[in-house]
């Protein structure tokens, strides 16, 4: 008889351990350290048809966006090497927002986006509005400008610079007439 107690006592002990570490198993811990904000850099700005009355010059008076226009990021670091390519599409009113993601810096000062990236046309979706112009560089890499745009979230900040705005010409304007 005192051996079934025996055995009851042991195996009641057993249940209660095991019971007892799948319990304490489920609670996670709280980190005691505090938990480091993500940092996003994004570019923004804006894709226009320029109007056949500027064209050739980097007036956009007249221009109309341009809805699902393509635009490139690259990104370069001090020895000039690509450390960053993406391409991105305009919105329907021509708005482009470039959430660069994966965009790391080896030296935060010599390859910061302000002195190593820019934008680029790449496409138009408008046949008649396909010629990509110089229009803030946009041939050739528009620079990023700082405009002091940050968002920021309990674990999230997104630093915001823009590019542009850029524009494409039309192809089928007349010629000039010298009066």
């Avoid at 956009?60 to 000039?80: D, F, H, M, R, Y």
């Avoid at 010629?131 to 979230?153: H, M, Q």
Wanted: one cysteine or more.
């Amino acid at each position: 008889m005192a051996s079934n107690q025996l055995t009851i006592v042991i195996c009641s002990l057993l249940l209660v351990s095991v019971a007892f570490v799948s319990a304490t198993a489920h609670y996670e811990t709280i980190p005691t350290e505090p938990v480091e904000k993500e940092l996003d850099v994004v570019v923004e700005g804006m894709v226009y048809c320029q109007s056949c009355k500027y064209s050739g010059s980097w007036s956009l008076t007249g221009a109309e966006p341009i809805p699902s226009a393509q635009v490139s990021v690259t990104c370069k670091n001090v020895k000039k090497q690509v450390t960053y390519y993406k391409a991105f599409e305009t919105d329907a009113q021509g708005y482009f927002y470039a959430q660069l993601d994966d965009f790391k810096m080896s030296n935060n000062i010599l390859e910061h986006p302000l002195h190593g990236c820019r934008v680029k046309l790449v496409s138009s979706s408008l046949a008649n509005c396909s010629l990509p112009s110089n229009v803030n560089y946009g041939l050739y890499g528009a620079p990023l400008r700082f405009e002091n745009k940050i968002l920021r979230g309990s674990y999230y900040r997104a630093v915001i610079y823009a590019a542009g705005p850029l524009a494409f010409r039309q192809s089928g304007c007349p010629p000039e007439t010298a009066v």
